[in-house]
């Protein structure tokens, strides 16, 4: 569910408070933020791709409590949504 996720902003402020706890200089805080921002998609791609093979393993088989192809949908579909916002 899309709504559990923080917004950019959100995102942005809870690293920087959290970076600030071990580290009182704004700008390496800024470039950290910045590098994980830049892997933040690939994260989602990952466990979008673990969604479908996981669905794949299911295939033939009584339908499991958990739905691994909307898992995966949904995290494409952050990760395109992810790489818009943060080109």
Not at 13 to 34: E, F, G, P, Q
Not at 47 to 55: N, P, Q, S, V
Not at 61 to 68: I, Q, R
């Amino acid at each position: 569910d899309e709504t559990f996720y923080p917004t950019p902003s959100d995102h942005h402020r809870m690293l920087a408070t959290y970076l600030s706890l071990a580290n009182d200089d704004a700008d390496a805080r800024t470039v950290v933020i910045r590098e994980i921002d830049a892997y933040l998609p690939f994260v989602h791609l990952q466990w979008a791709h673990w969604g479908l093979i996981k669905a794949g393993e299911r295939l033939g088989k009584k339908p499991g409590a958990f739905d691994y192809l909307k898992y995966a949908h949904d995290r494409f579909r952050r990760f395109y949504d992810l790489v818009k916002i943060y080109k």
